[in-house]
């Protein structure tokens, strides 16, 4: 089995593309990182990291694959908060590959008793009194919207192989996202697995130009048994908190887009209807012309985290975030960027899990976005439809 391999899947063929033989790799934290591939460390901190990211340029060809997981906490670097980067918990993971191929994508049937099982419940009283909190800071003006999320704790009846797990995210046309992949690490004994519909970044040449887009999701309703996907976008399309989300986020991302190119960015589209198994979601897209060299670094430091599973403003809602959730959102929240030939983009890991082969669990992450009209109720039954929407891929 190989130990280091990254699929992505491509949309317009229906197939995947799979990087193998990884030249360097390794795992960041805040103070050394670990060579995945020696398993040797070495006292290279977060600043070695942004080094690295600052050699590859925006326009440039990557010759060689190039996979890099941003894990959400490293969002405290990019929003200047320093303080609050964790010392024990991965920020980055960083793999160059040598060898690239396109992939056909297996359909796999699970046995009918193969189950993901809950390790964990999430305290429904506790998520009331953290919602409560939130409201306090939206009241006070501390805020204009928060993304809380929930950590959920499943185990697999059965052992399922990484590839299969991958295959099975991308094999129904349907339920896939157009940012789903897979990462397996053999030495972690884990799969960073997504399928993730959003978009944080991406490069598009025209003409002469380089254009860079985000494509914020915001807004959700369930699409109920016997009910047309049409009739719940018309619902969701006609609802005043979701459109509000949606704009504020879209603004933020406007103007970290700004920021970035110092030009003006535009809201190409405005309130596009985004399908997943069981839910319709709604989108923007964000776009603006680059006018001058940009690196990787550049591009984390000035859209990371994706503004749609913080809250706005960013900085504000990341230190409430910390100081409200239990537990480090690692992979789930965090973005995945992948650059092969003249091919630049990358994700937002919603819809996305850590498969721990060792420990034998998968933590998969789901949440919303609060905004002082949210209901309790509604948003704790929003962050259970999104795990539903999860388990629905497998079946």
Same mark, same amino acid.
């Given at each position: 089995?190989?130990?280091?391999?990254?699929?992505? %899947?491509?949309?317009?063929?229906?197939?995947?593309?799979?990087?193998?033989?990884?030249?360097?790799?390794?795992? +960041?934290?805040?103070?050394?990182?670990?060579?995945?591939?020696?398993?040797?460390?070495?006292?290279?901190?977060?600043?070695?990291?942004?080094?690295?990211?600052?050699?590859?340029?925006?326009? +440039?060809?990557?010759?060689?694959?190039?996979?890099?997981?941003?894990?959400?906490?490293?969002?405290?670097?990019?929003? =200047?908060?320093?303080?609050?980067?964790?010392?024990?918990?991965?920020?980055?993971?960083?793999?160059? $590959?040598?060898?690239?191929?396109?992939?056909?994508?297996?359909?796999?049937?699970?046995?009918?008793?193969?189950?993901?099982?809950?390790?964990? #419940?999430?305290?429904?009283?506790? $998520?009331?009194?953290?919602?409560?909190? &939130? +409201?306090?800071?939206?009241?006070?003006?501390?805020?204009? +919207?928060?993304?809380?999320?929930?950590?959920?704790?499943?185990?697999?009846?059965?052992? #399922?192989?990484?590839?299969?797990?991958?295959?099975?995210?991308?094999?129904?046309?349907?339920?896939? *996202?157009?940012?789903?992949?897979?990462?397996?690490?053999?030495?972690?004994?884990?799969?960073?697995?997504?399928?993730?519909?959003?978009?944080?970044?991406?490069?598009?040449?025209?003409?002469?130009? /380089?254009?860079?887009?985000?494509?914020?999701?915001?807004?959700?309703?369930?699409?109920?048994?016997?009910?047309?996907?049409?009739?719940?976008?018309?619902?969701?399309?006609?609802?005043?908190?979701?459109?509000? =989300?949606?704009?504020?986020?879209?603004?933020?991302?406007?103007?970290?887009?700004?920021?970035?190119?110092?030009?003006? !960015?535009?809201?190409?589209?405005?309130?596009?209807?985004?399908?997943?198994? *069981?839910? #319709?979601?709604?989108? /923007?897209? #964000?776009?603006?012309? &680059?006018?001058?060299?940009?690196?990787?670094?550049?591009?984390?430091?000035?859209?990371?985290?994706?503004?749609?599973?913080?809250?706005?403003?960013?900085?504000?809602?990341?230190?409430?975030?910390?100081?409200?959730?239990?537990?480090?959102? *690692?992979?789930?929240?965090? !973005?995945?960027?992948?650059?092969?030939?003249?091919?630049?983009?990358? /994700? &937002?890991?919603?819809?996305?899990?850590?498969?721990? %082969?060792?420990?034998?669990?998968?933590?998969?992450?789901?949440?919303?976005?609060?905004?002082?009209?949210?209901?309790?109720?509604?948003?704790?039954?929003?962050?259970?439809?999104?795990?539903?929407?999860?388990?629905?891929?497998? &079946?």
């Amino acid at each position: 089995m190989d130990n280091l391999y990254s699929s992505f %899947y491509l949309c317009r063929e229906h197939k995947k593309l799979t990087f193998r033989k990884a030249a360097i790799a390794y795992i +960041q934290y805040k103070d050394f990182r670990v060579d995945l591939i020696t398993a040797k460390k070495s006292f290279l901190g977060i600043e070695s990291f942004l080094e690295d990211l600052d050699k590859f340029k925006t326009d +440039q060809e990557f010759e060689n694959p190039l996979v890099i997981h941003l894990f959400y906490e490293l969002g405290y670097l990019s929003t =200047e908060q320093v303080e609050l980067l964790p010392t024990s918990l991965p920020l980055a993971i960083f793999i160059q $590959y040598e060898q690239a191929s396109i992939e056909d994508i297996f359909s796999y049937e699970l046995s009918d008793d193969f189950r993901l099982e809950p390790l964990s #419940v999430f305290d429904k009283v506790e $998520y009331l009194q953290k919602f409560e909190k &939130i +409201q306090e800071h939206l009241k006070q003006g501390d805020c204009y +919207q928060i993304n809380y999320t929930l950590p959920f704790y499943l185990r697999a009846n059965k052992k #399922v192989d990484p590839k299969i797990f991958i295959d099975l995210v991308m094999a129904n046309s349907s339920k896939v *996202g157009a940012f789903a992949h897979g990462t397996y690490i053999d030495s972690l004994g884990k799969l960073f697995l997504s399928n993730s519909p959003e978009c944080l970044f991406q490069i598009k040449k025209n003409n002469d130009k /380089s254009i860079i887009q985000t494509m914020p999701i915001k807004g959700t309703y369930k699409v109920s048994p016997g009910e047309s996907k049409e009739f719940a976008w018309d619902k969701l399309s006609k609802s005043k908190k979701d459109e509000s =989300e949606l704009n504020m986020i879209t603004d933020l991302m406007r103007n970290d887009l700004s920021k970035l190119t110092k030009n003006i !960015s535009t809201v190409h589209s405005k309130k596009i209807p985004l399908y997943v198994p *069981g839910i #319709v979601h709604q989108y /923007s897209v #964000v776009e603006s012309t &680059i006018l001058h060299e940009l690196t990787l670094k550049d591009l984390v430091l000035s859209l990371f985290p994706g503004g749609s599973i913080t809250g706005a403003p960013k900085k504000r809602v990341m230190k409430i975030i910390s100081e409200l959730e239990n537990n480090p959102r *690692g992979f789930y929240c965090g !973005s995945t960027i992948m650059a092969h030939k003249s091919h630049l983009s990358a /994700s &937002i890991n919603i819809r996305s899990s850590e498969i721990d %082969y060792i420990n034998k669990e998968i933590f998969y992450g789901a949440g919303g976005g609060i905004t002082i009209n949210s209901s309790a109720e509604g948003e704790y039954e929003e962050a259970l439809l999104k795990l539903k929407s999860f388990l629905l891929t497998f &079946i």
